[in-house]
């Protein structure tokens, strides 16, 4: 239950509101909306509804919980979450450990030396590694021009 419905239990127009909070329309308009109010907000907005400032918070936080989508319920949202070089580099690890597999049990069924699959792994699992560092390196620098335009 949030500020909204709390609001509509009374019959309260948010004017209304405001002027028994004494807070402007449009502050109540940006709590309703979902935007984080300020202390004083909470204590005048739990006065108006005779509600202690925790209870009144109470309400809030549950309307904000059912309120924010769950990101990666929606593919869209999910594919921001991780960054798209990453996920190159997870299918690169995942093409080197089927690989290693083959490899591992090439080497097994034709009775060669395991140091040829070793070998082999070892300079696949140094290629990743270096992939890694090389994007880790470019986000960092990247980054750091962004925040000295910022600061001017």
Known sequence: MGLKSLRLERGW?????????DL????IQRIEKGHTPSLEAIKALATSFALSAGEFQHHLKQTR???MPDPLSHPDMARGLIPR????L???????AGVMTVIAFVTYQLDVTPRLGW???MIWAG???LQLALILFQRRTSRTP???????
């Open 90 to 96: 997870f299918w690169h690890t995942m093409v080197f």
């Open 13 to 21: 127009s948010q004017a209304e509101l405001a002027e028994i909070s």
């Open 65 to 67: 919980r059912k309120n």
């Open 146 to 152: 962004a925040k000295e335009n910022g600061a001017r």
């Open 85 to 88: 070089e990453f996920e190159r």
């Open 127 to 129: 290629v990743l590694f």
């Open 24 to 27: 402007s329309v449009r502050t």
């Open 119 to 121: 070998g082999v792994g």
